[in-house]
């Protein structure tokens, strides 16, 4: 792993930029899960930080903390991977929302599962979508992973399928409003080297 220029910072011009194509997706995916659970669904305004890749578990209580990863790999002009970070009771409450007829199920039914995997796969198709909008790149998602662990071991696993990749990975916080309750997300990307650059060159705010 190596550092980029100007590593654990972006610029406001730079936040602007990403949390346009975070707005863009969002608006997309609220869209398509509101049409997959035929239910309202809204996505808060995205926020978008540059943190170490160390700092990942801390997003969701630290390394020990139980929690749902859904993972894709992404392959085209640039590449990389993204992981959707829910904590386990979110995940679950979630889950039960997307899927009512199962809210009385125990844990996480199959049913389940595959609800988060396709909310996980949407949100991540939806905010590449918008990047590729705005950058003319090509992005291709692959068919969502699923675990349900602790976020270090879920960590661990999306590194040990990483090639070389940067020590900061972009964040994207974004709030799941469905039948008015509020879960908060993280959809976090592993740029491969050199991909952040790309992108930010891109929209017309690379990095100095």
């Known amino acids: 792993m190596t550092s980029m220029p100007g590593a654990g910072r972006l610029t406001p011009l730079q936040i602007d930029a990403l949390g346009e194509a975070g707005n863009i997706g969002a608006g997309n995916a609220a869209i398509a899960l509101s049409l997959m659970v035929s239910k309202k669904v809204e996505l808060s ?6 943190i170490p890749l160390a700092g990942v578990p801390d997003l969701v209580g630290g390394p020990e903390a139980a929690v749902a990863g859904i993972y894709l790999e992404v392959q085209g002009d640039c590449s990389g991977s993204i992981l959707l970070l ?3 009771e979110s995940a679950l409450i979630l889950a039960s929302l997307m899927v009512p007829a199962e809210s009385g199920e125990a844990g996480l039914t199959v049913v ?3 609800a988060l995997q396709e909310t996980g796969s949407i949100l991540s198709a939806a905010y590449l979508s918008a990047l590729g909008q705005l950058t003319g790149l090509f992005f291709k998602p692959s068919v969502p992973g699923f675990a349900m662990d602790m976020a270090g071991a879920i960590l661990d696993h999306v590194l040990a399928d990483l090639a070389a990749s940067e020590d900061h990975v972009l964040v994207v916080e974004t709030d799941f409003i469905v039948s008015g309750v509020k879960i908060m997300g993280h959809l976090v990307l592993f740029p491969d080297l050199g991909t952040l650059d790309t992108i930010l060159e891109h929209l017309g705010v690379p990095f100095d």
């Open 45 to 50: 305004t995205p926020k978008a930080s540059l």
């Open 86 to 88: 829910l904590e386990e």
């Open 112 to 114: 389940k599962r595959s």
